[in-house]
């Protein structure tokens, strides 16, 4: 089997890191969560007051890129990564909330994207790895071998999104979710740098109507056409 470089891209909420993540676990490949990068840089502007009501320093965050380093590492026990920022494991605290507020104003910086962008394709490097994120198979592994693009109707992810947040104890409210789906659809898709888009050569996997088996097994059988190749 040739070892081969796997981007998987997305609207949010789609299971893109579910998918992503069983996928490497089953053809032992490393996987890699784009997204958390950007969570990260986030959360270090929080952290050194560079975010204040909303607004970002964009010179001080500039001059800060070189002193931001990200890594990742796996939980012993569960296997999961953790995503380590300064050597320190923030995996929950760029989950919460308030980076999820502020990470798109951040992901949305040019010169943010171009140093995560480097390092994300140091990772890529050795190959053997599955990616996901908003931007991999356009911009960050143009030349990736197989590219997959996730999307199922917002309705489906918003109801997802409502599951969730019942099974965790919350009494959300759907119609709010599905206009807050739908807006951040409409961000990712019409930001000037690196939007959201197909890549010409992905394949194209709406997974509204699929099981979570039945997506593993479909994403196998697209690996193993091209790594058996
Ligand atoms: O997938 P996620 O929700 O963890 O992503 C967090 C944010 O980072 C979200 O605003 C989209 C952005 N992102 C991006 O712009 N490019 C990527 N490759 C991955 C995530």
């Not at 796997?6 to 893109?16: E, P, Y």
């Not at 995560?116 to 356009?138: F, S």
């Amino acid at each position: 089997m040739k070892k081969i470089v796997i981007a998987i891209d997305g609207f949010s909420s789609c299971g893109k890191s579910t998918m992503a993540k069983a996928l490497a676990r089953n053809i032992g490949y490393l996987y890699f969560d784009s997204g958390a990068m950007y969570r990260a840089v986030a959360l270090y502007c929080m952290q050194n007051g560079i975010i204040a009501n909303g607004e970002i320093d964009t010179e001080r965050l500039r001059a800060a890129m070189d002193n931001i380093k990200i890594t990742f590492g796996t939980d012993e026990e569960t296997k999961a990564q953790i995503t380590f920022l300064n050597d320190t494991n923030v995996e929950s605290e760029i989950r919460s909330l308030e980076v999820s507020q502020q990470v798109s104003r951040v992901a949305a910086l040019d010169f943010v994207r171009t140093a995560l962008i480097d390092q994300q394709r140091e990772m890529g490097k050795a190959k053997g790895i599955v990616m996901d994120g908003r931007d991999i198979g356009t911009t960050v592994f143009p030349d990736a071998e197989l590219k997959i693009f996730v999307t199922a109707s917002a309705e489906v992810r918003a109801r997802r999104r409502y599951d969730e947040l019942v099974a965790r104890g919350s009494n959300p409210d759907y119609s709010e979710i599905l206009a807050n789906v739908v807006e951040r659809d409409h961000l990712d898709q019409t930001r000037e740098v690196s939007p959201l888009r197909k890549a010409d050569d992905a394949l194209l996997l709406d997974n509204s109507e699929m099981t979570i088996d039945g997506q593993l097994q479909w994403l196998c059988e697209q690996y193993k056409k091209i790594a058996e190749q």
